[in-house]
């Protein structure tokens, strides 16, 4: 099938199109998982620089690569840790499986994002509550097809989804936790390399 119907089906019939996705495995394209991301990266930076100042959740000088990042380095996460829970748990997705539903389950932010950022031009902070609700809805919406992929491309039970799904948050709450440990030392070492440098620098 072609992205669009695809992202049409995954709309409107999660549950066939996350079905149809672990079926056609042999069939697999990559090019949907770099499209789909492009237009979500293209969709989140049409929202950060047109949505109404007084509804914008971020200012002007925001770090606009760390915004993108606060959405899809969760998604990506999740694709990582997803996999590795549903491979020792049986799941049957393989990890491209795992990162095509993931990359699926952003069609709702960006087909709606965009007329939400379109709304927020006509809205006040009076309405900022009914636009937070409309962006969490968005989101929600994102959550429940990522939680349906799971759920049916493994072939779980509500209980083992549910299961599987708290390991899978977990597990990237320590991947997060070691990536930050590594930073950190890295940056340390950076730093007293530089400090060695230095000192070299003032004594010869």
Request: aromatic share 14%; net charge positive.
């Amino acid at each position: 099938m072609k992205i669009l119907k695809m992202s049409v089906l995954v709309l409107f019939h999660p549950i066939v199109a996350f079905t149809y996705l672990q079926k056609e495995r042999d069939r697999f394209r990559y090019y949907p998982i770099a499209v789909l991301f492009l237009a979500g990266i293209l969709v989140r930076l049409i929202s950060l620089e047109f949505t109404h100042y007084p509804l914008s959740a971020i200012t002007v000088r925001s770090n606009l690569v760390l915004e993108i990042a606060k959405l899809f380095v969760p998604l990506v996460s999740w694709g990582i840790c997803s996999y590795l829970m549903t491979t020792i748990l049986d799941g049957e997705t393989m990890f491209r499986e795992s990162m095509l539903a993931v990359s699926y389950a952003l069609v709702p932010y960006i087909v709606f994002t965009v007329p939400l950022t379109l709304l927020s031009r006509i809205l006040d902070i009076n309405q900022a509550a009914f636009y937070n609700v409309l962006e969490g809805c968005i989101l929600g919406w994102v959550i429940l097809l990522i939680v349906i992929s799971l759920k049916e491309m493994n072939h779980f039970t509500v209980g083992k989804t549910v299961g599987v799904l708290l390991l899978s948050v977990f597990t990237m709450l320590i991947l997060w936790a070691a990536v930050a440990l590594l930073y950190s030392i890295c940056t340390q070492f950076l730093d007293f390399v530089r400090e060695v440098v230095t000192e070299l620098r003032y004594k010869f």
